[in-house]
C-alpha cells in the first residue's frame, strides 16, 4: 500500500529540547518537502530536498534542520533555537518530470505543541 | 513580492453550488493547483490547470485565465462532506509552490 507516513501523530516539547520528525514514503518519489501551517495562513516551506544526500533550505528554514540519506526518508529536526515551533508539520513527496515538479502528495501531518 | 488572494471563509446550503476564487500574482507561472483540506488532516489533490479553460472532474471543475490571474474552484451538489478548507497554490518560474492561505467552506442543510 503506497503513501507517505508521518510519525508521531502529536509530539510534545519541552523548553530547550530538540525534536525530530519522522517522514518516510514508497512512492518512489525524487523530492520531499517539509511544511509548516499554522491557524489562518497557507502552507510556509521550510526544506525540501530532490535528490538524496541534497536539500535546499525554503522561505522558514531558520530553527530546523534536515537530512535526506535514504530516498525513501526525509526526517526534521526542530532544534531549540526556533523559538516559536507550535504549529501542524506536513510532509509532501512528489515525482519529478522534466518540466521540473509534478503534483505533491502529503503525509498526515504531525502537530507538534511545547509544554 | 508573490501573493495568492482567496476569500477567508464562505457558507453554502447542501445541494447547492458554490464557486471559490483565486486570484495570484507570481513570478512566473507553471500551474495552478487546488487541493481540499478537512480540519486537522493533510491536503488531498483536486485539480491542476496548466492551460487557459474549464477543467471538470465529476462534481469538481477548475478554471483558469492566465491573462487574468484568476482561478476558480466550482462545486456542484454540495455534500454535507464538502465542508473543508480549499487551498489555491500556484507553480512558479523557479517551480516552487506559492500557496494561498485557504477558504474554509461551511457547508449548511
Known amino acids: 500500500d503506497g503513501g507517505i507516513t508521518q510519525s508521531p501523530k502529536y509530539l510534545f516539547r519541552k523548553e530547550g529540547q530538540n525534536v525530530t520528525l519522522s517522514c518516510e514514503q514508497n512512492?518512489?518519489?525524487?523530492?520531499m518537502y517539509w511544511y509548516r501551517q499554522d491557524p489562518g495562513q497557507g502552507l510556509r516551506l521550510i526544506y525540501y530536498?530532490?535528490?538524496?544526500?541534497?536539500?535546499q533550505k525554503g522561505d522558514i528554514a531558520e530553527g530546523y534542520s534536515v537530512s535526506r540519506e535514504k530516498k525513501e526518508s526525509f526526517p526534521l529536526t526542530v532544534t531549540s533555537a526556533q523559538k516559536n515551533p507550535t504549529a501542524f508539520y506536513l510532509c509532501?513527496?512528489?515525482?519529478?518530470?522534466?518540466?521540473?515538479?509534478?503534483?505533491?502528495?502529503f503525509g498526515p501531518g504531525t502537530r507538534l505543541l511545547v509544554l | 513580492g508573490q501573493n495568492i488572494d482567496q476569500p477567508t471563509e464562505m457558507t453554502a446550503t447542501e445541494g447547492a453550488i458554490v464557486q471559490i476564487n483565486c486570484t495570484y500574482q507570481?513570478?512566473?507561472?507553471?500551474?495552478l493547483f487546488w487541493y481540499q483540506q478537512h480540519a486537522g488532516e493533510a491536503p488531498t489533490f483536486l485539480s491542476y490547470?496548466?492551460l487557459d479553460g474549464l477543467e471538470e472532474k465529476g462534481r469538481f471543475s477548475s478554471f483558469l485565465s492566465r491573462s487574468k490571474g484568476y482561478s476558480y474552484l466550482l462545486l456542484k451538489e454540495l455534500q454535507m462532506k464538502d465542508s473543508a478548507s480549499y487551498l489555491c497554490?500556484?507553480?512558479?518560474?523557479?517551480?516552487?509552490?506559492?500557496w494561498g492561505a485557504g477558504t474554509k467552506l461551511i457547508i449548511k442543510p
Open positions: 509532501a513527496s512528489s515525482p519529478l518530470t522534466s518540466g521540473g515538479q509534478e503534483t505533491q502528495y
Open positions: 530536498s530532490q535528490i538524496v544526500n541534497d536539500f
Open positions: 507570481t513570478s512566473g507561472f507553471n500551474g
Open positions: 497554490a500556484v507553480l512558479d518560474s523557479n517551480y516552487q509552490l506559492i
Open positions: 512512492l518512489n518519489h525524487d523530492a
Open positions: 490547470n496548466v
